[in-house]
């Protein structure tokens, strides 16, 4: 059963989400994806007065995403001779 409580946890995992985004976008850090935990607990007291306690929030982790190969500019002697090459091969 979901409680109000579970609402607020997933509440601010969300929030520390959104935030990572935006310092990643602005940092142009590029990532793939990221991990949050967020703890809570709810206890009564001996009066039945009952408290809500959010224990901790955590980043478990995230991905980067891997950087592209630069691409070596082509080598224009190698390029005709690629086409000379098509050329007597029917090509």
């Known amino acids: 059963m979901w409680t109000p409580e579970h609402f607020l946890l997933a509440a601010m995992a ?6 990572f985004k935006a310092v ?6 590029d990532f793939q994806g990221i991990e949050v935990g967020v703890d809570g607990s709810l206890e009564k007291d001996a009066g ?3 408290y809500f306690y959010v224990g901790t929030i955590r980043q ?3 991905r980067l995403r891997k950087p592209r190969p630069a691409l070596a500019p082509a080598n224009p002697e ?3 001779a690629h086409k000379k090459t098509s050329r007597v091969n029917g090509r």
């Open 14 to 19: 969300s929030c520390y989400i959104e935030t």
């Open 24 to 29: 990643a976008k602005a940092s142009k850090l």
């Open 48 to 50: 039945g007065l009952t």
């Open 60 to 62: 478990l982790g995230f």
């Open 78 to 80: 190698l390029q005709k």
